[in-house]
């Protein structure tokens, strides 16, 4: 019953893998970091020195500079909506406050602003700190264009 056969010691020496080489020890030294343009400038100086790189290289800046010339290109304004009514107002003191139909439009200066409304009757309200506020109407139809000038408030000058 306890019949087996005694191994051979070569046999099991052959199971048993013999190491190839020698561990690679990688030393930890510290290196100074590179800045990130200057790696960009090394790829992109060794893209352009390289002949098999050139047009490759020539083709993306062309492109670049054609998108930004196309970026750079002012757009032309869209053509005013025939719906709608539009006007120009100023005012002597910067920092009037403007309103229409009781409803803020916005703030309103020397140098005059445009604003867009629906067309009929528009009641304007100018307020400034310490002035008292002023008004104004005007019947709009759509399509028109106008230049109201300056609203002022009533203030009191010293």
Do not use: M
Request: hydrophobic content about 40%.
């Amino acid at each position: 019953t306890g019949d087996a056969a005694p191994e051979h010691p070569e046999a099991r020496r052959a199971i048993i893998p013999a190491p190839t080489h020698a561990p690679v020890l990688i030393p930890q030294h510290r290196t100074r970091s590179v800045p990130a343009w200057w790696r960009i400038f090394r790829l992109l100086q060794e893209a352009g020195t390289e002949r098999r790189n050139l047009i490759p290289f020539g083709l993306i800046v062309g492109l670049a500079l054609l998108g930004l010339g196309l970026l750079a290109q002012p757009r032309p304004a869209p053509p005013p909506d025939p719906s709608l009514v539009h006007f120009a107002v100023a005012s002597s003191y910067s920092g009037t406050s403007l309103f229409g139909n009781g409803r803020y439009l916005g703030e309103i200066g020397p140098q005059g602003r445009d604003f867009t409304v629906s067309p009929g009757h528009l009641r304007l309200r100018v307020i400034h700190s310490y002035c008292h506020a002023a008004e104004t109407a005007f019947d709009f139809k759509a399509g028109e264009r106008h230049t109201i000038g300056n609203l002022d408030p009533a203030c009191e000058r010293p």
